[in-house]
């Protein structure tokens, strides 16, 4: 008789074996593979929280500034009384001024006036400023993959055991110098902090958490394949558990067919005629614009199980996503012709981490003559197609699975680098072949 699958009760038992090991553990890290949506910052503010009630003041380290502070809030919505330091920095505009109302947080400069709290919390770059200070016990990072091993090296003396926690199939650690003469060795700089840790330290204890919330039951399966063979992950709910409709009916348009498609299965594509076009395609820039346009007009609401009555499918609740800045500043002006206003626009970087009902892609070889590297990497493609809780539409013109048989990898072997797998060519060839069945056919 075959059980069925509890999502809380894997997420709990998961969470549960982290917690022990962190906690009660004799190891000097404990890595946590997250997919998306899996509810990577509760573990943290979870751990933090557990850590310092067993009375192990920690340090914890986050990518970016906006990470930091929407840590500390959430760290003081759980516990209004636990005193927390935010370690910034000496600009004029340091971190987001909500944290100025939160009586249990203390900012400053220096990490000497945050000494003795129980949690403090600043981005790598920050702590690595830091000197002359009494090493913490227990540390917890961030988006560990998203880290560079030289980042990790330059705050390694700050602590002696920490939770490492972070989503693999997400872009690699962004640098702006080649990297190529480290290629293969064990103290590249350029290879996530994770995957540096593990190479010295394959014995550390690795977990993962095995449910997506975020993801809707008609998406994680694909994103599971195609980003993580070898860490599958299930979706929190079940099919039928959320539902996107519109008030308006279909006007019988490429953009309206392809949002009732999406609406109906998870999924749409929107083809465009094939043609090899500037990078900032008008025909498909418009397209995108128009697809966000109507899906606004048409008056979508989304039932999920977070609200028992249908709940607005507003701008704020909408993304789309670009390869290039250039091409989300083209979506940009169109969607502002067109009077849109409030929905994001940005590229795969600057959307990692960031949760919407419904998202419109601009594929990354739409239009393309050639497929780079740049445009293969897998974490890309990953992190566009895993925004979303209802329902994500890719705008693209036609001829890519012919563009992916003509440009097959070219990039050199280098001897003793880690294959990285899922390979960029093959998850691309995953997701079209998904998407196909959800294929509408359009000439603006």
Request: hydrophobic residues 45%; contains cysteine.
């Amino acid at each position: 008789m075959s059980t069925v699958f509890d999502p809380g009760a894997a997420a709990a038992r998961a969470t549960g074996a982290i917690l022990d090991d962190t906690l009660r553990g004799s190891s000097q890290g404990v890595v946590v593979d997250s997919p998306p949506g899996a509810g990577k910052s509760t573990l943290v503010v979870r751990a933090a929280l557990e850590l310092a009630a067993a009375g192990h003041p920690l340090m914890v380290i986050a990518q970016t500034n906006a990470q930091v502070d929407d840590l500390v809030v959430r760290l003081a919505e759980k516990d209004p009384e636990l005193p927390v330091g935010r370690l910034h920095s000496s600009d004029s505009d340091p971190y987001d001024k909500v944290l100025d109302s939160l009586a249990n947080v203390t900012k400053s400069a220096k990490a000497a006036d945050l000494a003795g709290l129980d949690v403090v919390i600043s981005t790598a770059a920050k702590w690595a400023h830091v000197k002359n200070v009494e090493p913490w016990g227990h540390a917890i990072v961030d988006e560990a993959y998203q880290m560079r091993s030289d980042a990790l090296l330059a705050v390694a003396g700050l602590f002696e055991r920490a939770l490492f926690v972070g989503d693999p199939g997400q872009l690699d650690p962004f640098s702006i110098v080649g990297a190529d003469q480290w290629a293969g060795l064990s103290y590249d700089p350029s290879a996530s902090a994770v995957s540096t840790l593990l190479a010295h330290n394959p014995e550390l204890p690795q977990h993962r958490l095995p449910v997506s919330w975020r993801l809707p039951a008609s998406a994680a399966p694909l994103v599971s394949d195609a980003f993580y063979p070898y860490t599958p992950f299930r979706s929190g709910t079940g099919h039928g558990d959320r539902k996107l409709s519109f008030g308006v009916a279909s006007d019988g348009s490429g953009p309206d067919r392809v949002l009732d498609e999406a609406a109906e299965s998870g999924w749409g594509l929107l083809e465009l005629p094939a043609r090899h076009t500037p990078r900032t395609d008008p025909e498909a820039v418009r397209a995108v614009a128009l697809v966000v346009r109507r899906l606004l007009d048409r008056g979508g609401v989304a039932t999920s199980e977070r609200a028992e009555e249908p709940v607005p499918v507003t701008a704020d609740r909408v993304a789309v996503g670009t390869a290039h800045r250039d091409q989300a500043a083209a979506v940009r002006a169109a969607l502002a012709e067109l009077g849109v206003t409030g929905v994001a626009v940005d590229t795969a970087n600057r959307l990692q981490g960031r949760e919407f009902d419904v998202t419109v892609v601009l594929h990354p070889l739409s239009g393309r003559p050639d497929a780079t590297a740049f445009h293969l990497e897998t974490g890309r493609l990953c992190v566009l197609a895993s925004r979303h809780r209802h329902a994500c539409v890719v705008v693209c013109r036609e001829g890519v699975a012919d563009l992916l048989d003509e440009h097959p990898s070219t990039e050199p072997v280098q001897l003793g680098v880690t294959v990285k797998f899922p390979d960029g060519w093959e998850a691309n060839h995953a997701v079209l072949a998904h998407l196909a069945e959800h294929k509408v056919r359009w000439k603006p």
